[in-house]
């Protein structure tokens, strides 16, 4: 259900690019010197987690499951957006008043099977009036907000943010080309749902890249009651995170960290020793395998309407992929030394 965001990214994409094109999967690409190799493909996905009827009551009420993983706490009380196919529909997220629950009952977390979207209808029929049918999805109507200094909250900053800073990337290419590599922006669906590299590996398998860099968002480690120990030490405003291990190809992460202290670009690494949970897990087993590398920026509160990022952290991450291309020659080869 990605269509409206991939939308407004190929709008944007037509001010500059020299190819846009989008595939049945939902894809979208914008090229800058499509026929060049070193071919190189930054992904960044374009869906967001949302909900999804699953069943409509006698008395017009909606029950719900996730598209994509969710803590039905941050659920409770929201404001949704069901995107019917008359129009959009809006509602609310409801929950049985505390005041009505048993001491045991209200020390419990909220579960999704426990929560309710009441639209105003009073019946099924005027639900179904409404245009409302199962399977309509729906997102929490939450926009951006400027906070202190640079910083903004959003919903679906996971990972719209991948598919600005892969777009920005591209731009930058435009304004100081890249001499030898032709650069594939890739706006991928089904990241939340596709475990496996969702979009991700049917774009790449059809622009068969020499090498891929995937955005993503990554913890931030600069809030209370985190175990940097386990977790890292990440901060928002502390520029992207290298992953390093699993599907992060070791040749590519050390370029990106040549590229980054060429650039004087600040950078913090992450150890993924088994998976990244990532596009990069399933688009760097595509085909013969594809070298991949992980460019993540750090976030606040994933996988809820009000997520954080910096903005010069999304400046500083599309300048170290522009960057990275521009290092590209001819004889490039990722093959492990």
């Known amino acids: 259900f990605e269509a409206r965001a991939a939308r407004v990214w190929r709008e944007e994409a037509a001010g500059f690019a020299d190819e846009i094109r989008i595939d049945r999967i939902g894809n979208s690409f914008a090229a800058m010197n499509p026929e060049a ?6 992904a960044g996905h374009i869906d967001e987690i949302g909900l999804q009827i699953t069943h409509i009551d006698e008395n017009g009420f909606l029950y719900v499951a996730g598209i994509g993983g969710w803590d039905p706490q941050v659920l409770v009380g929201q404001r949704v957006r069901i995107l019917a196919k008359g129009g959009d529909v809006l509602g609310v997220v409801g929950k049985k008043a505390i005041h009505l629950m048993d001491a ?6 909220s579960k999704m099977e426990k929560l309710w979207v ?9 639900a179904a009036e409404l245009g409302l049918r199962v399977g309509d999805p729906m997102v929490v109507d939450v926009g951006m907000v400027k906070l202190a200094g640079d910083r903004i909250a ?5 990972n719209r943010i991948g598919a600005y800073v892969v777009l920005e990337a591209l731009h930058m290419l435009k304004r100081e080309p890249a001499e030898h590599a032709g650069t594939w922006a890739v706006a991928t669906a089904q990241e939340e749902i596709g475990y496996q590299g969702g979009g991700a590996r049917s774009s790449a398998y059809d622009l068969e890249p020499d090498v891929a860099l995937v955005v993503d968002v990554t913890f931030s480690t600069d809030v209370p009651d985190i175990e940097k120990r386990e977790h890292g030490d990440h ?3 502390g520029g992207p995170v290298l992953s390093r291990g699993s599907a992060a190809h070791p040749e590519v992460f050390e370029r990106l960290v040549d590229v980054a202290e060429a650039e004087g670009i600040a950078y913090t690494i992450q150890a993924s020793p088994r998976q990244t949970r990532t596009d990069a897990d399933g688009l760097q087993l595509v085909r013969g395998g594809i070298p991949t590398g992980l460019v993540s920026v750090p976030h606040r509160y994933m996988h809820s309407p009000n997520e954080i990022v910096s903005l010069a952290d999304l400046d500083a991450s ?3 992929l522009a960057a990275f291309v521009r290092s590209l020659g001819p004889d490039t080869d ?4």
């Not at 959003?154 to 996971?158: F, T």
């Not at 990722?334 to 030394?337: G, I, N, V, W």
């Open 334 to 337: 990722f093959t492990p030394r």
């Open 37 to 42: 190799r070193p071919r190189v493909m930054l």
């Open 154 to 158: 959003s919903r679906a900053i996971d």
């Open 235 to 237: 901060s928002v405003g």
């Open 104 to 109: 045991d009952e209200a020390a419990k977390a």
């Open 118 to 126: 009441d639209v105003g209808a009073t019946s099924l029929d005027e």
């Open 318 to 320: 599309a300048r170290l």
